[in-house]
């Protein structure tokens, strides 16, 4: 079966520019979530989605970091007005359930890159 | 400051070898995952231990999860050229109902042949 998608794979934005990323996750899967992934660095926890309600979004570094699920399936990661230390791997996970020792299954990530 | 450390941050050895990875943290977590990373690709999860002084066996992979429940190790042995690639650990918080995940910086290990 299919595994979680992410779309686009690169992107390159230059700085001021907004951009938005997708992620397609695992049919049926309740939980989402958004991770951001520095070069040479451990992925860190961005937002939380458990079907269509955003419940934990934490982890989002300013308000210029945005995300939705609105009809429980596909999420977008939407970063407005770009500036250079937003360059990163964005990572999407789904969970079949909300239970927190579930597997998480990860997407290819999408690289921004902001010059 | 890092709520997970992982060491070493780097490893290179030659076929055959045995390695151990360390994922320390003064914080409790709920259980412990160890995710592999290849370039160009996202984690893939390797084991999740949950409970304290478990340990898990994964072919030539030994997986420990301290009896307190705040660190874990990852033994490798007699390493191939194919267990090159980044290796994860990360844990959920015992607050935490859901699956949020806190990763260690994680370790880059190169097996030659």
């Known amino acids: 079966g299919a595994g979680v998608s992410q779309s686009p794979r690169y992107k390159v934005a230059k700085r001021g520019q907004d951009v938005a990323l997708r992620c397609d996750p695992i049919?049926?899967?309740?939980?989402l979530f958004w991770y951001q992934q520095a070069l040479g660095q451990g992925p860190e926890f961005l937002t939380y989605?458990?079907?269509?309600?955003?419940?934990?979004k934490s982890g989002l570094p300013s308000d210029r970091f945005f995300a939705e699920r609105p009809e429980g399936s596909v999420s977008t990661l939407k970063i407005q007005r770009t500036q250079q230390e937003d360059s990163a791997v964005y990572l999407c996970?789904?969970?079949?359930?909300?239970?927190?020792?579930?597997?998480?299954?990860f997407g290819p990530g999408t690289r921004l890159t902001v010059l | 400051t890092q709520l997970l450390e992982q060491s070493p941050q780097f490893l290179s050895i030659q076929e055959g070898e045995n390695l151990t990875v360390y994922c320390n943290s003064s914080?409790?977590?709920?259980?412990l995952q160890w995710y592999r990373q290849e370039p160009g690709e996202g984690p893939v999860l390797l084991v999740t231990v949950v409970t304290g002084g478990e340990v898990k066996k994964l072919k030539r992979l030994t997986f420990q999860f301290g009896d307190a429940r705040k660190d874990s190790s990852l033994h490798i042995t007699a390493a191939q050229p194919g267990d090159t690639g980044l290796y994860l650990c990360?844990?959920?918080?015992?607050?935490?109902?859901?699956?949020?995940?806190?990763f260690g910086q994680g370790t880059i290990l190169t097996v030659h042949p």
């Open positions: 989605f458990q079907n269509e309600a955003q419940l934990d």
């Open positions: 996970a789904s969970s079949f359930h909300k239970n927190r020792n579930n597997e998480q299954f």
């Open positions: 990360a844990g959920v918080r015992g607050g935490t109902s859901y699956g949020k995940l806190t």
């Open positions: 914080s409790v977590f709920s259980s």
């Open positions: 049919s049926g899967h309740v939980s």
